[in-house]
């Protein structure tokens, strides 16, 4: 997979949340079919390595690490944080470094509570990972989700952007069918599509009236970052409460994702309540996002990825979509130009 992804391989994506790696005990994480192994080293550090080990393809992720390397559990071949074998117990009494037996090695950054891993193969990282917003700002909360999805980046990147979907999949969690027209500005940029919803008495659900008892007014943006991220901002007022779903998608393979989904809240005082139920309340919308993906998915996969069909309310689909699919191509062609469409949709 990631040999036919094109440019979309040169990014950063999650792997695991800072706090699943302990010193010593290694992990297993698929991205973009590749399986990979992670260890936190003795300073902390994290080091990845492909997950199998060169001699006879057993998984490292399975043997031993010891500071700042990890030994096969089937002959003991030992390889650093870069990849090279350091040590073939079988060849002496010592072992023997035989550099030229060596696995790949991927950079990994550690931010945000996550653990990023590069997956360009020879292109070098020319970014940081994406900066989740709002950790450790005063006056905000946040906490991570965990979620695995049967579907694909793109599916996925669509559906948490997807207001028309709300009333029907999310229908009396997040949402009721108002019949109401939404006013909606939809840019292409470079590398993100922008969504600004113009609607002046917009909500979501019950926890608009707990959580915004004075009837502030509500901004509410979604914005696509590339290959893999979105951010869906409910600003209330000047910025004096706020309620922002960040997620961004790991690929597994062609049919599998992993989304690292941060909540991020600002509530004043009432967000002391916030951790006894929101928890619970974003879990069940998320599972009914797990669940319509997985609907469209088994049809994919019996019909084939063949095109959507869309109309002029499905804008940021198109949009997201033209993004992708220029990357994934490699960059043959003109890449997508910036453009703005203003649109109307009902619900």
């Known amino acids: 997979m990631r040999n036919r992804c094109g440019l979309l391989k040169n990014a950063w994506y999650a792997a695991a949340q800072s706090s699943e790696l302990r010193r010593n005990k290694p992990i297993s994480r698929i991205i973009l079919g590749e399986m990979l192994v992670l260890w936190r080293l003795a300073d902390g550090s994290v080091a990845t390595l492909l997950d199998r080990c060169p001699h006879r393809n057993a998984l490292l992720s399975e043997g031993t690490c010891n500071g700042t390397t990890i030994a096969c559990p089937y002959?003991?071949?030992?390889?650093?944080?870069?990849?090279?074998?350091?040590?073939?117990?079988?060849?002496?009494?010592?072992?023997?470094?035989?550099?030229?037996?060596?696995?790949?090695?991927?950079?990994?950054?550690?931010?945000?509570?996550?653990?990023?891993?590069?997956?360009?193969?020879?292109?070098?990282?020319?970014?940081?990972?994406?900066?989740?917003?709002?950790?450790?700002?005063?006056?905000?909360?946040?906490?991570?989700?965990?979620?695995?999805?049967?579907?694909?980046?793109?599916?996925?990147?669509?559906?948490?952007?997807?207001?028309?979907?709300?009333?029907?999949?999310?229908?009396?969690?997040?949402?009721?069918?108002r019949g109401i027209p939404v006013r909606t500005t939809v840019e292409r940029r470079t590398e993100e599509v922008l969504v600004t919803y113009h609607l002046d008495d917009d909500s979501i659900g019950f926890t608009d009236r707990l959580f915004n008892p004075k009837g502030l007014p509500m901004v509410h943006t979604d914005h696509f970052f590339m290959p893999n991220t979105t951010r869906v901002d409910y600003i209330y007022g000047e910025a004096e409460r706020g309620f922002v779903i960040?997620?961004?998608?790991?690929?597994?393979?062609?049919?599998?994702?992993?989304?690292?989904?941060?909540?991020?809240?600002?509530?004043?005082?009432?967000?002391?309540?916030?951790?006894?139920?929101?928890?619970?309340?974003?879990?069940?919308?998320?599972?009914?996002?797990?669940?319509?993906?997985?609907?469209?998915?088994?049809?994919?996969?019996?019909?084939?990825?063949?095109?959507?069909?869309?109309t002029a309310a499905d804008a940021l689909h198109v949009f997201i979509e033209s993004l992708r699919e220029w990357a994934e191509s490699g960059g043959e062609g003109a890449r997508p130009k910036p453009m703005t469409r203003e649109m109307t949709f009902w619900i």
Not at 101 to 107: C, G, I, L, V
Not at 161 to 166: A, R
């Open 75 to 177: 002959h003991g071949w030992t390889f650093d944080t870069r990849g090279n074998c350091v040590r073939i117990p079988s060849e002496s009494e010592d072992g023997t470094t035989r550099r030229q037996r060596s696995t790949e090695a991927f950079p990994v950054q550690e931010s945000d509570g996550l653990v990023w891993v590069w997956m360009g193969g020879d292109v070098a990282p020319d970014r940081p990972p994406f900066a989740m917003p709002f950790r450790g700002v005063e006056g905000w909360r946040t906490y991570y989700m965990a979620t695995r999805f049967e579907n694909d980046v793109t599916n996925l990147v669509e559906n948490f952007m997807d207001v028309p979907h709300t009333v029907f999949v999310h229908r009396g969690w997040f949402r009721e069918r």
């Open 246 to 310: 960040t997620s961004t998608c790991t690929p597994i393979d062609d049919s599998h994702t992993q989304v690292y989904t941060l909540i991020s809240y600002k509530y004043g005082a009432l967000g002391r309540l916030a951790p006894f139920f929101l928890p619970w309340y974003t879990r069940k919308v998320i599972e009914q996002d797990v669940d319509i993906m997985a609907i469209q998915r088994r049809a994919l996969n019996h019909y084939g990825q063949a095109d959507f069909s869309s």
